[in-house]
């Protein structure tokens, strides 16, 4: 049985194999609300075999939001559109997770293919917050930071957002700790120049990720998986560190996390990346291997083979792909071939299984 398509329990989950659509912003709602794009571009991964579908960055306030245009769950109203896509997902026998974010000094700017420059708030941008008062870039929004009051509603936000998620119909949560956004900004001393208790010291730095877990776990259900996507590294000197991710790790897993999703930079335009196939899978396995906990892997993953060996040399336990999924819904059908594996067609494509 090839590992990529064997099951996997985490607390009371069962995911029918190892890959997983990783979260991809479509940069398609108005107001936060999910559309018929939402259901058709993750339900087709689900229709492709995936174990586990996690929604795009979903922004837990409105100034949460990278762009206008943003997925979000910061009202009670989202449920509903959500909940379609849930039971479609659910229907094909795959899990729905959902990827919880705030966007921190990276709010407020305009979709990628519009240039992704900051929207003001004469044209629906508004005012972004972040640790410090210190801009992603010329071209993004200057931040406010936060003051208490601020950090607190940030909590709450996350907290009422996973109540909704459980309402919608989401089986896995994962807190977005990674790509420079706010969680992330607290980690950096590049981004966080913070003198109280948020700042500083490591321990003060990662506060804000522990007292968002903290609101999470008292009304997330503990048979519920609970993940957290980390950047391993800035790939910048001074920067959030490997050293300091694989710190953090050992904490989250007493915690009670129960899988990191390793990824790596998005913090500082100043970031030197050595971008190559499975760049980022040293990470995961040194993770994986220093604290015990289940990882998943993501970053140039393409075939099926390179999955494979992945998981069979103990470098991870899932296999979070982006790029491959969008280019080929179907890649898990088709790497079960590959494989020699057993995957569970749907009924009405059978006439096309390899």
């Known amino acids: 049985m090839a590992k990529l398509f064997s099951a996997l329990d985490i607390k009371g989950v069962r995911f029918k194999n190892r890959i ?9 709602s108005k107001d936060g609300f999910a559309t018929d794009w939402h259901l058709v571009h993750l339900g087709s991964r689900a229709v492709g075999g995936a174990g586990l579908i996690i929604t795009e960055a979903t922004a837990v306030s409105p100034e949460g939001r990278i762009s206008p245009d943003d997925l979000g769950i910061w009202k009670d109203e989202h449920i509903e559109k959500l909940q379609r896509i849930t039971s479609f997902i659910s229907e094909q026998g795959c899990v729905p997770g959902i990827q919880l974010a705030h966007a921190g000094r990276k709010a407020s700017t305009d979709v990628p293919w519009k240039g992704r420059g900051k929207v003001d708030v004469a044209h629906g941008g508004w005012t972004v917050v972040a640790p410090s008062a210190l801009s992603f870039s010329d071209s993004y929004p200057m931040p406010e930071a936060l003051d208490k009051a601020g950090i607190q509603k940030v909590i709450a936000d996350f907290k009422a957002a996973a109540v909704r998620a459980l309402r919608a119909g989401f089986k896995v949560i994962e807190v977005h700790g990674a790509h420079g956004y706010l969680v992330h900004q607290f980690f950096s001393p590049l ?28 009304v997330w259900p503990a048979e519920l998986p609970l993940f957290v996507r980390i950047s391993a590294t800035d790939w910048v000197d001074g920067g959030w560190n490997a050293d300091e991710a694989v710190a953090l790790v050992r904490l989250l897993k007493e915690k009670g996390v129960d899988l990191i999703d390793v990824s790596s930079g998005g913090l500082s335009l100043h970031q030197h990346i050595p971008v190559g196939p499975a760049y980022q899978l040293p990470f ?6 220093e604290t015990g906990i289940m990882t998943g892997t993501v ?11 992945i998981l069979v040399n103990g470098d991870a336990d899932m296999i979070i792909m982006a790029r491959e999924l969008l280019r ?27």
Not at 191 to 208: I, P, V
Not at 299 to 309: F, M, P, S, V, W
Not at 332 to 352: D, F, I, M, N
């Open 20 to 28: 997983v659509v990783s979260p991809m912003c479509q940069y398609s």
């Open 191 to 218: 981004s966080n120049q913070r003198t109280d208790e948020y700042g500083g010291s490591f321990e003060n730095r990662t506060r804000l990720l522990f007292e968002i877990i903290d609101g999470i776990q008292t």
């Open 284 to 289: 995961s396995s040194r993770i994986k291997k």
């Open 299 to 309: 970053g140039l993953i393409t075939d099926a083979l390179q999955a494979e060996t």
């Open 328 to 354: 080929n819904p179907y890649f898990p059908l088709q790497a079960a071939h590959t494989l020699k594996a057993e995957a569970k067609w749907p009924v009405q494509y059978e006439r096309a299984k390899l």
